[in-house]
């Protein structure tokens, strides 16, 4: 493995150096946390790889490090394995390795973020059959346990069950050359790769928190990548924007007054004006949204469309739950997180505007990451009031399941409350293949929208690539989560 060589001019074969500055410093390399998006951009397709892949365009699966894969009963399905790899330590990949990675992340107690996200803490048995085959089995039938393992990276089976690694190795492009905590990580061409070499020999990741530094970075010729561009400094010259499959929306705490009065909820998305919202503060980087999840995701309905704003039926709304007893004067907490997405204070502010004026006491908290997550993740705060949580959610794996598991079942991670027939319904739909399941899910938003209203869907929200002159990149829906450096080329077409 080549020394880093940071300071490598851009573009020339041999000992480039692409430079890559983020918002801000993973807070691990671990790979069975490669679902976060700030360990995932580093991580995901560089130093490791799953077993299948999701196309961010059309959304279908790509053989990676499994060449087929089948289901051979309704619970149980097999993988065939590519061989001739090796990980970056030299040690042979095979399908003992693909079978220890998933049981490592699922089964152990190492409390991996993939496991509760993509997998709901349900656990699979797995087993390696032969050095190039193994097999998944579920409790229950599970028709899209492929796409679940497009999650999961691979890792050597000596990898530490004990404990998460600081510097994974992988079987991917590029290997760890070093994390300095604080400054800098790099990462080294792995020239023992199965697959296509990436044209740039080093990666260089630094962390700038202002945009404003990370566009100048851009600017000045200083980076080639910049993560989580503002559009106040973002230039034709300077950016590029993508869909990033995130959607911002209101989450509604169900369990206290007056929010527990659906008619509030309902006002509350009557008084919303998604449109100007988009217009005067997202800009071209929102779009007004009906449901938690964008176009492309199995379970998209077509046939919502973002409520149109009605201050005059919002208030009547509000008047008819006072008039029931309903404590519709109680003061509301709109919490948001400094930095969530551009202008996000901004954001607070019309929302509490347009929430005033339909005759509800709003005040705003703006909070920082971990506060924020108090808020979002169960268990919930205790004695807080009413809350109006901004979230932005994204669904990278491209499939309603896992929009409902975190933040519409009853008694699920993200979700205040629910119903039971929300949660038959998503059960339902989570069991089906297909056609009938991307309809299933389409009902279920649908059916959220007019039954539950816990989500006031603010708009379907688009990234801010920095992209330098000087390199060539498309980016995608996945590149918030997943930014493979290999395919990124010079602009002048040279590199190997």
């Known amino acids: 493995m080549a020394n880093s060589d940071a300071g490598g001019t851009v573009g020339t074969a041999g000992g480039s150096t692409l ?8 807070p691990t390399l671990e790979p069975c946390e490669s679902s976060l998006a700030s360990t995932g951009v580093v991580v995901r397709s560089n130093v490791t790889e799953p077993l299948v892949e999701r196309d961010p365009d059309s959304g279908a699966l790509r053989p ?8 051979t009963t309704p619970t149980t399905w097999s993988f ?23 049981d490592r992340a699922v089964n152990s107690d190492l409390a991996c973020n993939v496991d509760g996200y993509v997998f709901d803490d349900s656990g699979v048995e797995v087993r390696a059959t032969s050095a190039t085959r193994l097999t998944v089995t579920t409790a229950n039938p599970d028709p899209i346990l492929p796409l679940r393992l497009s999650f999961i990276e691979i890792v050597p089976r000596t990898t530490s069950t004990e404990a998460k690694v600081r510097e994974p190795i992988g079987t991917g492009p590029y290997a760890v050359g070093g994390w300095q905590t604080g400054v800098s990580i790099t990462l080294d061409r792995n020239d023992t790769y199965w697959g296509k070499a990436p044209a740039f020999a080093h990666a260089s990741y630094v962390w700038r928190s202002e945009p404003s530094v ?24 300077n950016s590029v924007a993508y869909p990033n499959n995130e959607t911002t929306a209101l989450r509604l705490d169900g369990r206290e007054a007056p929010l527990d009065d659906i008619r509030v909820r309902k006002a509350i998305d009557l008084a ?32 919502l469309n973002p409520t149109e704003p009605d201050p005059e039926d919002a208030r009547a709304l509000v008047k008819a739950a006072a008039a029931d007893g309903v404590p519709v004067d109680r003061q509301i907490t709109l919490v948001a997180r400094n930095g969530q997405f551009p202008r996000v204070a901004e954001t607070a502010e019309a929302l509490q505007y347009q929430m005033a004026r339909i005759g509800l006491n709003v005040k705003i908290l703006m909070t920082d990451t971990a506060e924020h997550l108090q808020y979002q993740l169960r268990p919930l705060p205790e004695n807080v009031g009413p809350i109006a949580l901004l979230i932005m959610h ?50 279920v938003f649908a059916y959220q929208n007019e039954a539950v209203a816990q989500y006031v869907h603010l708009a379907h929200m688009r990234g ?12 995608n829906s996945a590149t918030g989560d997943e930014l493979r450096l290999a395919e990124v080329g010079p602009a002048d077409g040279k590199g190997r």
């Open 19 to 26: 430079r890559v500055v983020l918002d801000q410093e993973p």
């Open 64 to 71: 990676l490090l499994a060449t087929d894969w089948r289901q």
């Open 80 to 102: 065939d394995t590519r061989s001739g790899v090796t990980f970056q330590n030299g040690q042979p990949f095979t399908a003992k390795d693909a079978a220890f990675s998933i």
């Open 214 to 237: 990370r566009a100048a970075m851009i600017t000045k010729g200083e980076a080639d990548l910049a993560t989580a561009l503002d559009p106040m400094d973002a230039t034709e010259e």
């Open 272 to 303: 919303v004006d998604r449109q100007a919202i988009s217009r005067t503060l997202f800009g071209e980087l929102g779009e007004p949204a009906a449901q938690l999840v964008p176009k492309g995701v199995v379970g998209f309905n077509d046939g």
């Open 394 to 443: 994204g669904n990278q794996a491209g499939d309603a399941a896992f929009t409902a598991s975190q933040y519409l079942l009853s008694g699920s991670p993200q979700s205040t409350f629910g119903t039971p027939e929300l949660d038959r319904r998503v059960a339902a739909a989570t069991a089906l293949p297909g056609e009938r399941r991307q309809d299933a899910f389409a009902k």
């Open 464 to 475: 801010l690539l920095g992209l330098s002159s000087s390199v060539r990149y498309k980016p």
